[in-house]
Structures are given as C-alpha cells and as structure tokens.
C-alpha cells in the first residue's frame, strides 16, 4: 500500500543523573569528592535512505524513544552515552511539528540526517562544586529531560517530470511506454491508485524521472476523487505534462477538460501554473482524433504555446515529446519551490520578545498554600539532587537568587505556609 502521509511521536533519552560520591583509597588522605558526571542521552534522527519509496513502514510502529543516560560513578567515572536511533525515510519526506506547525526540515539528499529530538544532557557530578570553603559537597545535578515530540511526515514524491490530466485520458499508458515502469492499466476510470515513477532515458543519454499521479476530476483541490490525495506530489515536479484525450467518442469537451484541471492546480497552489506546462494530445490514432484536435487548437488560440499530440499505442510522437521535454528541464532550476519551503521567507525580520522562562508567577492555592509557576524554576528543580542536605541549600540559595523567597512574601505567604512547585511541596521560611 502507498502511503505518504502519517504521524509519530519521537522522545529522546533523559541525560544522566551525576553522582555524589568520595575518594576512599588506601595511603591517600583526604581524597575529595569523586561522583562522575551523567551520560547524554540519545536523540531521534531521522535519515534518508534512497531504497525507499512510501511511508509504510509508519504504518506499523509510530512511536519512537531512545535510551536514556547512565548515571555518574565513583572514582569521577563518566556515565555512558546512549546511542542515537535513526529512522530512516524515502527522499522527498517533509517533516513538521504537529503541536507548533513549524516545518522542521525538507529531507531530499541520500544520507541526509535530520535531528527531531535532541537527548537529554548527563548532569554534573560532585566532582565539580569543590571549592575553598566546601571541600567535600554533597551537591550533584541530575540530568535534563530528553526532547519530546509529535511529528507529521508527508511524502512528496521526487519526480523531475508529472503527468497530470482527468482520469484514463493515457497517463499510465504513456508511462509504460518511456519507461520500464509496469503501471496497472485497464478500461475504466481510477485505475491508478497511488503515484508511479519512471526513469526515462533518452538516445543522447540524457534521462529524467517522470510521475504518473492518479487523475484529477472537478473539485479536486477540495477533497473530490483520488487525486486530491497526491495533489501535493505535483508540487515537486519541475514540469508539468498535461494530457488531454482527443477521442471524439468519449462525450467530452477537450478544452473543458483543460481548463477544468488548470482552475484545480490553480485551486491548490497557483505557483504551479507558473512552471512550464507541455499540453499532450493523446490517443492520436483513433479516427476522428486530428479534426477534435484541430477545434481544440482553434479554440484556445494563443491561450496556449504548442500541442504536443502523441499515441502511446503507435509510439507517434513520444521520442519528440520526450526530447522536448528534456530541453525544458535543461532551462530549469535542479528542484522546484515546494509549499513549505515557500513557506519560510529568506529575509527574517528579528522582533523584541521578553524571556518566557525569567516569567515567574505565584498562584495562592488555599489559606496556607501558594504555587510557584515558573519554567526557570520548574527547570532547576529538575535539575537538582535534594537527596543531600547540600543538595536542599543549593536549592534553597538559587531559589532566592530567582526571587521566588520575594515573591511569596509579597504575595502573602508566612512562615510554615505550604509552597508547591511542579509535584514538589516545603515548608516556606
């Protein structure tokens, strides 16, 4: 099954803790603190491997969370760091964050790596609060959380060359002609179900890859028939090959089909019709076909460039399409603007904003009982070892450095009133 559009949520590894531990060895006195530092933890990478096509390897596993950190040691033993996990995608995989929307990355090279969630890093051991006045601490930091988010992949086909066009106007047909491509090809509409890629390659050795995406019928862009699905597959295509079927018994109107696929592009991201679009007259070798051509020509006028008809059956005029194609991808740019990256403008324009962490809020629960609401503080807490007394005074001190002590006053607590932190709760002083 194809798929290419999915969602997964990624959690990196917790750094971690560091140790408070002491030099005890025979013949050295006073040998110091000695407590090792933690280990990072491991980060959610997402790489790009070439042998995939789909997303469907999602299909079955979606959520994702690598190790954790070893703790500190004895004798300054440094904890081990936990290995990185790598998921690999297909080429053309771009990744946005669910909860904030932001694209993260736009993933198209071989081997291209990508970090979605960054591991925790190792806290301090006692090792490091040494100092003149507190030569044995009892201090150790323990170990910063590991990222942790829910992201959406979405897959858009890497192809130089797209076939678009409503549905059984010879798409797939033309496919399987210029390539070795095997597409399903029957008498009845949506045949082709998901995107087809094939590699054409041309007597003068140039080459190109071409899609043939399921067809499109009115009311596309909002959601109508299959196409809507890969619409977005378009929008990596340099070129646009726009087939129209010249059959004078199929009871349609060539150049209404025309304009109705160009208002369904337009619908979905009018930049597409800004890139090069090569009108193909198909099935040219049915009777009657070159007199709905010649009105089809006569009706646009000069609405479009050159037409292009072919027959996939008899191979009339593939190999002039083709070339011809080939000609307008060696004018182009080696890869085509997509709606995300548009997304994100080149010039960033830098505003003041105040510092969401130093906001520090503090929130009466009861008579007794007040809340500290502050991502500086919640973050320190984290950080602290309060196993050791040393532990609770270096707390204890940073916590009036942040002007939680302050605060509380002013908000009215009292000595042996109950503040809460996160699910930590003291006794206020």
Same mark, same amino acid.
């Given at each position: 099954?194809?798929?290419?559009?999915?969602?997964?949520?990624?959690?990196?590894?917790?750094?971690? +803790?560091?140790?408070?531990?002491?030099?005890?060895?025979?013949?050295?006195? &006073?040998?110091?603190?000695?407590?090792?530092?933690?280990?990072?933890?491991?980060?959610?990478?997402?790489?790009?491997?070439?042998?995939?096509?789909?997303?469907?390897?999602?299909?079955?596993?979606?959520?994702?969370?690598?190790?954790?950190?070893?703790?500190?040691?004895?004798?300054?033993?440094?904890?081990?760091?936990?290995?990185?996990?790598?998921?690999?995608?297909?080429?053309?995989?771009?990744?946005?964050?669910?909860?904030?929307?932001?694209?993260?990355?736009?993933?198209?090279?071989?081997?291209?790596?990508?970090?979605?969630?960054?591991?925790?890093?190792?806290?301090?051991?006692?090792?490091?609060?040494?100092?003149?006045?507190?030569?044995?601490?009892?201090?150790?930091?323990?170990?910063?959380?590991?990222?942790?988010?829910?992201?959406?992949?979405?897959?858009?086909?890497?192809?130089?060359?797209?076939?678009?066009?409503?549905?059984?106007?010879?798409?797939?047909?033309?496919?399987?002609?210029?390539?070795?491509? $095997?597409?399903?090809?029957?008498?009845? *509409?949506?045949?082709?179900?998901?995107?087809?890629?094939?590699?054409?390659?041309?007597?003068?050795?140039?080459?190109?890859?071409?899609?043939?995406?399921?067809?499109?019928?009115?009311?596309?862009?909002?959601?109508?028939?299959?196409?809507?699905?890969?619409?977005?597959?378009?929008?990596?295509?340099?070129?646009?090959?726009?087939?129209?079927?010249?059959?004078?018994?199929?009871?349609?109107?060539?150049?209404?089909?025309?304009?109705?696929? %160009?208002?369904?592009?337009?619908?979905?991201?009018?930049?597409?019709?800004?890139?090069?679009?090569?009108?193909?007259?198909?099935?040219?070798?049915?009777?009657?076909?070159?007199? %709905?051509?010649?009105?089809? $020509?006569?009706?646009?006028?000069?609405?479009?460039?050159?037409?292009?008809?072919?027959?996939?059956?008899?191979?009339?005029?593939?190999? +002039?399409?083709?070339?011809?194609?080939? +000609?307008?991808?060696?004018?182009?740019?080696?890869?085509?603007?997509? &709606?995300?990256?548009?997304?994100?403008?080149?010039?960033?324009?830098? *505003?003041?904003?105040?510092?969401? &962490?130093?906001?520090? $809020?503090?929130?009466?629960?009861?008579?007794?009982?007040?809340?500290?609401?502050?991502?500086?503080?919640?973050?320190?807490?984290?950080?602290?070892?309060?196993?050791?007394?040393?532990?609770?005074?270096?707390?204890?001190?940073?916590?009036?450095?942040?002007?939680?002590?302050?605060?509380?006053?002013?908000?009215?607590?009292?000595?042996?009133?109950?503040?809460?932190?996160?699910?930590?709760?003291?006794?206020?002083?």
């Amino acid at each position: 099954m194809f798929v290419d559009n999915v969602t997964i949520t990624v959690k990196a590894g917790n750094g971690g +803790d560091g140790a408070v531990a002491f030099r005890h060895e025979k013949y050295v006195p &006073k040998g110091g603190p000695a407590g090792g530092d933690g280990g990072n933890g491991g980060s959610v990478i997402l790489k790009v491997d070439s042998g995939l096509r789909t997303l469907t390897d999602f299909r079955y596993r979606r959520h994702f969370k690598a190790a954790a950190g070893g703790a500190g040691m004895i004798k300054a033993m440094h904890g081990a760091n936990a290995k990185d996990i790598y998921i690999t995608v297909p080429p053309g995989t771009i990744v946005t964050d669910l909860d904030s929307g932001q694209v993260l990355g736009d993933l198209t090279q071989n081997e291209q790596e990508l970090v979605v969630a960054q591991g925790g890093h190792g806290g301090r051991g006692n090792i490091h609060f040494a100092n003149s006045r507190n030569t044995a601490p009892e201090v150790a930091e323990n170990g910063t959380a590991g990222e942790q988010r829910a992201l959406k992949l979405e897959l858009q086909v890497l192809a130089d060359v797209g076939l678009v066009g409503l549905p059984s106007v010879g798409k797939s047909t033309l496919l399987s002609t210029v390539t070795a491509a $095997k597409p399903k090809i029957a008498a009845y *509409h949506f045949t082709t179900l998901s995107p087809n890629l094939g590699m054409v390659q041309l007597d003068d050795g140039r080459d190109f890859v071409l899609a043939d995406l399921p067809g499109l019928i009115a009311g596309a862009s909002q959601g109508s028939g299959l196409g809507f699905q890969f619409l977005r597959h378009i929008e990596r295509t340099r070129v646009i090959l726009h087939l129209i079927e010249m059959d004078p018994n199929n009871g349609r109107d060539p150049v209404a089909d025309y304009r109705q696929i %160009c208002q369904e592009l337009n619908n979905y991201d009018s930049k597409i019709l800004q890139r090069p679009q090569i009108i193909v007259a198909t099935k040219m070798d049915l009777t009657g076909a070159q007199q %709905c051509l010649a009105n089809f $020509k006569q009706e646009l006028g000069s609405e479009v460039a050159e037409i292009y008809p072919i027959s996939s059956v008899t191979h009339q005029g593939v190999q +002039d399409l083709m070339r011809h194609t080939a +000609d307008v991808l060696a004018k182009l740019p080696s890869k085509a603007p997509t &709606k995300a990256a548009t997304q994100e403008s080149d010039e960033k324009i830098y *505003h003041f904003a105040p510092d969401d &962490k130093k906001e520090l $809020k503090v929130q009466r629960l009861d008579e007794h009982t007040y809340q500290v609401l502050s991502p500086r503080v919640s973050e320190l807490l984290q950080r602290s070892n309060l196993d050791y007394q040393d532990g609770i005074m270096r707390f204890a001190r940073k916590l009036q450095r942040l002007g939680v002590d302050d605060a509380l006053i002013q908000a009215g607590a009292q000595t042996g009133d109950t503040v809460v932190i996160d699910d930590f709760e003291f006794e206020f002083m």
